[in-house]
């Protein structure tokens, strides 16, 4: 094992584009050396990575993994390890989002949106555990506030979040005192690639108090003061929703 690096060390899952990226970005900036997985974006996280380590030499790492495969996930932390020697925080971020109608939603469609968004960041969490242990370190969770509300047809996708919600608790009570859990849970960041429905994104827009979307760097930062800033909390779920949820 090498000797471990003289900066934190933070492994993102979903790190090559949008909220992903802009989350390894802000750790990068805040000192932390930046583990940064992907599964196809092999050009946008080798750039992103080229990109930190301008700042910094030697201060990043890409791994491919599609964390569908269960045997990639201990993978994952044993090759941080092997690279930085150390690991001091673990973000869940990779996420599927993707409709599933009630009556033709398949056993292949579940698994892929439970494996994402719930199975594979408890797994991640139950094999960085001991290094976390180690490092006083913590985990956060990506959720969505469709974990706390449902939205139409996309039953698989809130049932996952509010799975990934439970997990952030339940990990809460079982990993303290050495490690905090906790989520952010985003509302209208960045719309669906695929979504050119204009009308029903101004009708939530106009729901929500702020009047706007938020920004892939506020999650960043509500993530950074989580890692580093908010000792004294555990368990809790950061909505970054502009008030959306107050007014559902």
């Known amino acids: 094992m090498p000797a471990p690096s003289s900066h934190p060390v933070v492994l993102v899952t979903g790190a090559a584009r949008r909220i992903g990226a802009a989350i390894a970005r802000g750790l990068h900036g805040a000192g ?7 599964r ?9 990575a080229v990109e930190l380590e301008k700042v910094r030499p030697g201060s990043t790492l890409c791994l491919q993994a599609d964390l569908a495969e269960f045997d990639r996930l201990p993978e ?6 092997g690279r930085f020697g150390r690991l001091d925080a673990l973000v869940n971020n990779a996420s599927t989002f ?15 949106v439970l494996a994402s968004n719930a199975r594979a960041p408890f797994f991640l969490a139950q094999a960085a555990m001991p290094h976390l242990k180690a490092s006083h370190g913590a985990i956060v ?4 506030i469709y974990g706390e509300r449902p939205l139409r047809q996309h039953a698989v996708y809130c049932m996952a979040k509010a ?15 050495e490690v905090r859990v906790n989520a952010v849970s985003p509302g209208a ?38 890692l580093l800033d908010a000792r004294y909390s555990t368990g809790q779920v950061l909505h970054l929703d502009g008030g959306r949820l107050l007014n559902a």
């Open 32 to 38: 932390y050396d930046v583990v940064l997985h992907h």
């Open 40 to 48: 196809r974006s092999h050009d946008d996280v080798q750039a992103l």
């Open 76 to 81: 994952l932390i044993a090759h941080t390890i």
């Open 98 to 112: 993707t409709t599933s109608p009630l009556g033709s939603t398949t056993p292949a469609l579940w698994e892929e």
């Open 141 to 144: 969770n990506i959720t969505d």
């Open 163 to 177: 799975a990934l919600l439970m997990m952030t608790r339940s990990l809460a009570l079982e990993l303290g005192p």
């Open 189 to 226: 960041i960045l719309w669906p690639q695929d979504s050119g429905d204009t009308a029903a994104q101004e009708a939530m827009l106009a729901r929500t108090p702020l009047g706007r979307t938020g920004t892939p760097e506020e999650v960043a930062e509500a993530v950074r003061w989580l």
